[in-house]
Protein backbone atom coordinates (compact mmCIF):
# COMPACT_ATOMS: atom_id res chain seq x y z
CA UNK A 1 0.00 0.00 0.00
CA UNK A 2 1.31 3.37 -1.06
CA UNK A 3 1.69 5.34 1.69
CA UNK A 4 2.53 8.77 -0.20
CA UNK A 5 0.40 9.25 -3.22
CA UNK A 6 0.35 11.90 -6.02
CA UNK A 7 -3.05 11.02 -7.88
CA UNK A 8 -2.61 13.44 -10.91
CA UNK A 9 -0.34 11.98 -12.99
CA UNK A 10 -0.15 15.67 -14.84
CA UNK A 11 -0.86 18.62 -14.68
CA UNK A 12 -1.24 21.40 -17.28
CA UNK A 13 -0.76 24.86 -16.64
CA UNK A 14 -0.75 28.30 -18.62
CA UNK A 15 2.60 30.17 -18.43
CA UNK A 16 2.24 32.76 -15.67
CA UNK A 17 -0.46 31.26 -13.62
CA UNK A 18 -0.68 29.13 -10.58
CA UNK A 19 0.45 25.94 -10.72
CA UNK A 20 -0.52 23.38 -7.97
CA UNK A 21 0.57 19.98 -7.24
CA UNK A 22 -0.85 18.18 -4.18
CA UNK A 23 0.40 14.91 -2.19
CA UNK A 24 -1.10 13.12 0.14
CA UNK A 25 0.29 10.51 3.16
CA UNK A 26 -1.29 8.06 5.13
CA UNK A 27 1.56 7.57 7.70
CA UNK A 28 1.08 9.76 10.59
CA UNK A 29 4.83 9.06 11.85
CA UNK A 30 5.74 11.14 8.77
CA UNK A 31 7.24 14.31 10.17
CA UNK A 32 9.56 15.57 7.21
CA UNK A 33 7.95 15.96 3.68
CA UNK A 34 10.04 17.10 0.43
CA UNK A 35 9.58 18.04 -3.35
CA UNK A 36 11.78 16.80 -5.62
CA UNK A 37 11.92 17.86 -9.37
CA UNK A 38 13.13 15.32 -12.39
CA UNK A 39 13.81 16.25 -15.91
CA UNK A 40 13.95 13.92 -18.60
CA UNK A 41 17.23 11.91 -18.85
CA UNK A 42 18.47 13.16 -15.21
CA UNK A 43 18.29 12.11 -11.52
CA UNK A 44 15.95 14.45 -9.32
CA UNK A 45 17.12 17.01 -7.24
CA UNK A 46 15.89 18.49 -4.51
CA UNK A 47 13.46 21.51 -4.63
CA UNK A 48 12.08 22.30 -1.64
CA UNK A 49 11.12 21.27 2.00
CA UNK A 50 8.72 21.47 5.18
CA UNK A 51 8.86 20.12 8.68
CA UNK A 52 5.84 18.96 10.44
CA UNK A 53 5.83 21.28 13.00
CA UNK A 54 5.46 23.97 10.24
CA UNK A 55 2.30 24.55 7.34
CA UNK A 56 4.27 26.35 4.93
CA UNK A 57 7.17 26.85 3.70
CA UNK A 58 7.78 29.36 0.94
CA UNK A 59 11.20 29.81 -1.56
CA UNK A 60 10.96 32.20 -4.59
CA UNK A 61 8.68 31.42 -6.91
CA UNK A 62 7.68 27.96 -4.75
CA UNK A 63 5.86 27.19 -1.81
CA UNK A 64 4.81 24.21 0.42
CA UNK A 65 1.83 23.52 2.49
CA UNK A 66 1.15 21.38 4.85
CA UNK A 67 -2.04 20.43 6.17
CA UNK A 68 -1.17 17.87 9.33
CA UNK A 69 -4.73 17.29 9.89
CA UNK A 70 -5.92 16.14 6.31
CA UNK A 71 -2.17 14.28 6.06
CA UNK A 72 -2.06 16.36 2.96
CA UNK A 73 0.29 18.88 1.33
CA UNK A 74 0.82 20.89 -1.81
CA UNK A 75 3.66 22.66 -4.11
CA UNK A 76 2.46 25.89 -4.92
CA UNK A 77 4.44 27.28 -8.41
CA UNK A 78 3.85 31.15 -9.31
CA UNK A 79 3.99 32.24 -11.23
CA UNK A 80 4.62 29.12 -13.56
CA UNK A 81 7.31 29.63 -16.74
CA UNK A 82 8.25 26.90 -19.13
CA UNK A 83 11.19 26.08 -17.21
CA UNK A 84 8.95 24.68 -14.44
CA UNK A 85 7.64 21.47 -16.69
CA UNK A 86 9.16 18.33 -15.50
CA UNK A 87 8.05 15.66 -13.31
CA UNK A 88 7.87 16.87 -9.09
CA UNK A 89 7.85 13.32 -6.49
CA UNK A 90 6.75 14.23 -3.54
CA UNK A 91 8.80 12.53 -0.64
CA UNK A 92 8.28 11.99 3.29
CA UNK A 93 10.31 10.90 6.28
CA UNK A 94 9.90 9.59 9.71
CA UNK A 95 12.40 9.62 12.21
CA UNK A 96 10.58 6.72 13.92
CA UNK A 97 11.80 4.67 10.67
CA UNK A 98 15.20 5.85 10.10
CA UNK A 99 14.19 8.78 8.49
CA UNK A 100 14.19 6.68 4.98
CA UNK A 101 12.86 8.95 2.15
CA UNK A 102 9.02 7.62 0.71
CA UNK A 103 8.40 9.09 -2.53
CA UNK A 104 5.00 9.46 -4.41
CA UNK A 105 4.12 8.31 -8.09
CA UNK A 106 5.25 12.10 -9.33
CA UNK A 107 3.67 14.75 -11.51
CA UNK A 108 3.98 15.75 -14.78
CA UNK A 109 3.71 19.20 -15.14
CA UNK A 110 3.65 20.81 -18.33
CA UNK A 111 3.97 24.81 -18.30
CA UNK A 112 2.65 25.97 -21.48
CA UNK A 113 4.08 29.34 -23.13
CA UNK B 1 32.13 17.72 -8.33
CA UNK B 2 30.78 15.93 -10.76
CA UNK B 3 27.75 14.63 -8.85
CA UNK B 4 26.56 11.15 -8.89
CA UNK B 5 28.08 8.75 -11.92
CA UNK B 6 25.98 6.00 -13.16
CA UNK B 7 26.73 3.81 -15.67
CA UNK B 8 25.77 2.74 -18.13
CA UNK B 9 23.25 5.02 -19.40
CA UNK B 10 20.74 2.62 -20.96
CA UNK B 11 21.33 -0.97 -20.56
CA UNK B 12 19.26 -3.44 -22.68
CA UNK B 13 19.36 -7.06 -22.44
CA UNK B 14 17.68 -10.40 -22.72
CA UNK B 15 15.70 -12.69 -20.09
CA UNK B 16 18.08 -14.57 -18.03
CA UNK B 17 21.25 -12.18 -18.53
CA UNK B 18 23.17 -10.66 -15.92
CA UNK B 19 22.95 -7.10 -15.25
CA UNK B 20 25.21 -5.06 -13.43
CA UNK B 21 24.51 -1.24 -12.39
CA UNK B 22 27.64 0.87 -11.85
CA UNK B 23 27.38 3.84 -9.12
CA UNK B 24 30.28 6.66 -8.08
CA UNK B 25 29.12 8.38 -4.96
CA UNK B 26 29.55 11.75 -4.48
CA UNK B 27 33.27 12.37 -2.72
CA UNK B 28 32.81 12.82 1.20
CA UNK B 29 29.53 11.00 1.10
CA UNK B 30 28.87 8.51 3.78
CA UNK B 31 24.96 7.36 2.76
CA UNK B 32 24.37 5.48 -1.06
CA UNK B 33 20.94 4.58 -2.08
CA UNK B 34 19.58 1.98 -4.71
CA UNK B 35 16.00 3.53 -6.29
CA UNK B 36 13.97 1.97 -8.39
CA UNK B 37 11.55 3.76 -10.64
CA UNK B 38 8.76 2.16 -12.30
CA UNK B 39 5.76 4.08 -13.64
CA UNK B 40 3.57 1.68 -11.51
CA UNK B 41 5.22 2.16 -8.45
CA UNK B 42 7.09 5.23 -8.66
CA UNK B 43 10.61 5.67 -7.24
CA UNK B 44 11.24 2.83 -4.27
CA UNK B 45 14.12 2.63 -2.41
CA UNK B 46 15.60 -0.86 -2.74
CA UNK B 47 18.94 -0.67 -0.41
CA UNK B 48 21.26 1.86 1.02
CA UNK B 49 25.02 1.58 2.78
CA UNK B 50 26.57 3.74 5.36
CA UNK B 51 30.15 3.66 5.14
CA UNK B 52 30.24 1.02 2.70
CA UNK B 53 28.17 -1.44 4.91
CA UNK B 54 24.80 -2.48 3.86
CA UNK B 55 22.08 -1.35 6.51
CA UNK B 56 18.73 -2.13 4.42
CA UNK B 57 18.10 -4.06 2.04
CA UNK B 58 14.43 -4.38 3.10
CA UNK B 59 12.92 -3.09 -0.73
CA UNK B 60 15.23 -5.18 -2.54
CA UNK B 61 12.92 -6.92 -4.81
CA UNK B 62 13.99 -10.56 -4.38
CA UNK B 63 17.07 -12.60 -4.37
CA UNK B 64 17.91 -11.78 -7.80
CA UNK B 65 18.12 -8.65 -7.21
CA UNK B 66 22.39 -8.02 -5.23
CA UNK B 67 24.19 -4.83 -4.20
CA UNK B 68 27.78 -4.46 -2.96
CA UNK B 69 29.81 -1.64 -1.77
CA UNK B 70 33.36 -2.57 -2.09
CA UNK B 71 34.53 1.08 -1.07
CA UNK B 72 33.81 4.40 -0.63
CA UNK B 73 33.77 5.25 -4.67
CA UNK B 74 32.20 2.13 -5.97
CA UNK B 75 28.72 0.58 -5.76
CA UNK B 76 26.93 -2.09 -7.84
CA UNK B 77 23.44 -3.34 -7.97
CA UNK B 78 23.26 -6.94 -9.56
CA UNK B 79 20.38 -8.58 -11.55
CA UNK B 80 20.64 -12.18 -11.67
CA UNK B 81 19.13 -13.70 -14.00
CA UNK B 82 16.99 -10.70 -15.02
CA UNK B 83 13.27 -10.65 -16.24
CA UNK B 84 11.19 -8.31 -18.22
CA UNK B 85 9.47 -7.35 -15.25
CA UNK B 86 12.91 -5.41 -13.92
CA UNK B 87 12.67 -2.88 -16.72
CA UNK B 88 12.95 0.46 -15.13
CA UNK B 89 15.02 3.21 -14.21
CA UNK B 90 17.69 2.55 -11.16
CA UNK B 91 18.99 5.66 -9.88
CA UNK B 92 21.86 5.91 -7.31
CA UNK B 93 21.62 8.49 -4.99
CA UNK B 94 24.37 9.73 -2.27
CA UNK B 95 24.40 12.22 0.95
CA UNK B 96 26.42 13.30 4.27
CA UNK B 97 23.43 12.48 5.82
CA UNK B 98 21.08 9.33 5.82
CA UNK B 99 18.15 11.37 5.39
CA UNK B 100 17.35 15.26 3.66
CA UNK B 101 17.33 17.53 6.20
CA UNK B 102 17.47 21.47 6.42
CA UNK B 103 21.40 21.88 6.25
CA UNK B 104 21.68 18.63 3.68
CA UNK B 105 19.78 16.55 0.73
CA UNK B 106 20.05 13.52 -1.23
CA UNK B 107 21.85 13.68 -4.46
CA UNK B 108 20.93 11.74 -7.45
CA UNK B 109 22.66 10.34 -10.29
CA UNK B 110 21.27 10.51 -13.78
CA UNK B 111 20.05 6.61 -13.43
CA UNK B 112 20.31 3.96 -15.58
CA UNK B 113 17.44 2.85 -17.88
CA UNK B 114 16.98 -0.88 -17.99
CA UNK B 115 15.24 -2.82 -20.56
CA UNK B 116 14.82 -6.58 -20.64
CA UNK B 117 13.42 -7.72 -23.69
Known amino acids: DQQVKQNSPSLSVQEGRISILNCDYT??????FLWYKKYPAEGPTFLIS?????DKNEDGRFTVFLNKSAKHLSLHIVPSQPGDSAVYFCAASAANAGNMLTFGGGTRLMVKP | DAGVIQSPRHEVTEMGQEVTLRCKPI?????LFWYRQTMMRGLELLIY????????DSGMPEDRFSAKMPNASFSTLKIQPSEPRDSAVYFCASSLARVVTITDTQYFGPGTRLTVL
Open chain 2, 27 to 31: SGHDY
Open chain 1, 27 to 32: NSMFDY
Open chain 1, 50 to 54: ISSIK
Open chain 2, 49 to 56: FNNNVPID
